[in-house]
Nanobody
Framework: QVQLVESGGGLVQAGGSLRLSCAAS????????MGWYHQAPGKQRELVAT???????NYADSVKGRFTISRDNAKKMVYLQMNSLKPEDTAVYYC????????????WGQGTQVTVSS
């Protein structure tokens, strides 16, 4: 059973920083991509950043140069360092574990709220 638990959200002023953490358990060999998504009120869930088992990263254009995704395989952790935060970054942030092979499956955490005040 895959379980993902996010932490590190909170309230921060514009220009500030936060680091989100995702603790993963039950992750099996088929999962090859870990990522962060966010969902603002009234909007669809959107990709923020992903990182593969090989360490390749991908970012949404809106966060390039400000956010950094990383992983610690030994600790089974995934992180999202968020710098230069903007009010439009306000959303619930979800950790994702994904199978991207000939078949696909997604696992989600419960989400952590990030609020950026202007």
């Amino acid at each position: 059973q895959v379980q993902l638990v996010e932490s590190g959200g909170g309230l921060v002023q514009a220009g500030g920083s936060l680091r989100l953490s995702c603790a993963a358990s039950g992750v099996n060999f088929s999962i090859n991509v870990m990522g962060w998504y966010h969902q603002a009120p009234g909007k669809q869930r959107e990709l923020v950043a992903t990182i593969t088992t090989g360490g390749n990263t991908n970012y949404a254009d809106s966060v390039k140069g400000r956010f950094t995704i990383s992983r610690d395989n030994a600790k089974k952790m995934v992180y999202l360092q968020m710098n230069s935060l903007k009010p439009e970054d306000t959303a619930v942030y979800y950790c994702n574990a994904a199978v991207r092979r000939s078949w696909q499956r997604d696992y989600w955490g419960q989400g952590t709220q990030v609020t950026v005040s202007s």
